[in-house]
């Protein structure tokens, strides 16, 4: 070995820039690995926590968005619901408001129809004279047949409104004289010629009537009792409103 190889290797820090540049070296290898591994996707535990709680949050607002949406499509259905409701509400009641007029207007034609029968017998009954076993016969048979109609439309709502001594209603009477007359004052009926009737509510026949001028009979004039036909003695009868 000659003098030269036997000399010792000089201490690391005798060189400090060569020491510098492998520190550099190791550094910039560490920063090209980490730039290498975000090129490929991955991201630090920071990061990557970032972004989840980001897509997490975006979710959310999603389904909030979704939850917002439905609310509003039951709101519309539950109105849609209340509105088709108060529809058929609507529909039934009419319905059955029509329906009863109409069963009102076909009890009006049958009872108007029936009504100048009830006129006959009463006539009869101011008419006939009762002298004979005979009349009494006849007189007694007719009338069961007239209390049956009686009953039949007493139970159908049918009533006789009464007419004397009223004053004088265009809604339930109608006039076919004016008459002077010393028990009654003006305006007010003091004959009745054909009976008015009323189904339920309803006026069905207005009365035929005259009615009071409110001056008292003298000469020149009828005095009440000439003027007024008699009132008819209706027995059984319908029912009387006034």
């Not at 619901?81 to 029509?98: G, I, M, P």
């Not at 004289?177 to 339920?200: C, F, H, M, N, W």
Request: net charge negative.
């Amino acid at each position: 070995m000659t003098s030269e190889e036997k000399q010792p290797m000089a201490p690391e820090d005798t060189y400090p820039e060569l020491q510098e540049e492998e520190i550099n070296v190791e550094a910039e290898l560490e920063k090209l690995i980490l730039e290498d591994s975000e090129a490929e996707g991955g991201a630090t535990p920071g990061e990557a926590g970032a972004e989840a709680g980001l897509a997490q949050s975006e979710a959310l607002k999603q389904l909030q968005h979704e939850l917002e949406v439905m609310r509003q499509q039951l709101k519309e259905k539950e109105e849609s619901y209340v509105r088709l409701y108060a529809d058929f509400e609507n529909y039934r009641r009419r319905t059955q408001r029509e329906k009863e007029e109409f069963s009102q207007k076909e009890r009006q034609k049958f009872v108007l129809e029936i009504l100048p029968v009830v006129d006959s017998f009463e006539r009869a009954q101011q008419q006939i004279k009762l002298e004979t076993d005979r009349e009494r016969e006849l007189h007694n048979s007719y009338q069961s047949v007239y209390r049956l109609l009686v009953e039949s439309l007493k139970k159908m709502g049918v009533s006789r409104m009464k007419a004397v001594g009223q004053p004088f209603d265009p809604n339930l009477h109608e006039a076919i004289a004016r008459q002077p007359s010393s028990e009654y004052p003006e305006d007010v009926v003091i004959t009745e010629y054909q009976a008015g009737y009323k189904l339920g509510d309803w006026v069905i026949r207005h009365a035929m009537v005259a009615v009071s001028e409110g001056i008292p009979a003298g000469e020149g004039h009828p005095t009440p009792e000439a003027t007024s036909q008699p009132q008819p003695e209706v027995e059984p009868g319908l029912p009387s409103e006034g």
